[in-house]
């Protein structure tokens, strides 16, 4: 009896794991690729928009998953260098995420996917030079425009005793 039920047991995961791994996806690997690359010119164009200065821009992680059938997380991450004032260069690092969702197209073998919201999950910023500042560090310009400390003699207060 333990044979039989085994081997049912057996039989059913066999055919269980077959159909997953043949059933299509409401998703296909094609429409992954199509989105990454649109997120990727997306991401380099808005850089590129708001901080022209901005160069070195890389993309190091973009990575697309299924949420439901009309539904994709976008997961991305990127790292640009930002030239400041002088010659004071930092490199910015962003994570984030974003939902994408598909909506009805009147061309069937068109999808059309629109951002539903982008959140950024993490910021860092690196600086290529460093400056020390201390407590007891006064520049030439504040010693100049620091005022003379004035002794003044407390002032006391005197209380409202009513009419």
Known sequence: MKKIISLAVFTLALIWT???VHSTQAIGFETHSGLQEKLAALIKQTILTKKPGARDLQI???WTETLSDNKVRAVFAYKFIDPGEGSELTEQAIEGEAILHREVSEDSKVDRW???SVKATND??????GSSISPNTVTDEEEKTEAPAENHDPVPLEENQGP
């Open 124 to 129: 860092v910023l690196t600086f290529s030079e």
């Open 18 to 20: 077959w159909n997953i």
């Open 60 to 62: 190091t992680r973009l």
């Open 114 to 116: 629109t951002l539903q």
